[in-house]
């Protein structure tokens, strides 16, 4: 059974910044895309970034510039560097994963698997 576990979030101020870390554990896997998505007060869970593999990444509007989005392959982890945060980034954020369990040698499961989520806050 893979679990994906974030940290990182907490209390700032307005402009401060946060680094939130997600790691996958378990055993006879592989971690395809990775991404971060959140949820605000008032609005759906919404794409905050992603990463393939291969390190190429993507970025909703209102991340782009201030947020970055890095993995660590070996590790099975992904980070999301935020900068210059406002309050209306103030939400949970999750952490998201394309995963491939390997049963035996010629047998596998995808399936997307989602973290437990961290409280970000963002105080004006």
């Known amino acids: 059974q893979v679990q994906l576990v974030e940290s990182g979030g907490g209390l700032v101020r307005a402009g401060g910044s946060l680094r939130l870390s997600c790691a996958a554990s378990?055993?006879?896997?592989?971690?395809?895309?990775m991404r971060w998505y959140r949820q605000v007060l008032g609005k759906q869970r919404e794409l905050v970034a992603g990463?393939?593999?291969?390190?190429?990444?993507n970025y909703a509007d209102f991340a782009k510039g201030r947020f970055t989005i890095s993995r660590d392959n070996a590790k099975n982890a992904v980070y999301l560097q935020m900068h210059s945060l406002k309050p209306e980034d103030t939400g949970i954020y999750y952490c998201?994963?394309?995963?491939?369990?390997?049963?035996?040698?010629?047998?596998?499961?995808?399936?997307?698997?989602w973290g437990q989520g961290t409280q970000v806050t963002v105080s004006s």
């Open positions: 990463t393939a593999p291969g390190g190429v990444t």
């Open positions: 998201n994963a394309d995963v491939r369990t390997y049963f035996n040698q010629i047998s596998y499961n995808d399936r997307e698997h």
């Open positions: 378990g055993s006879n896997f592989r971690i395809n895309a």
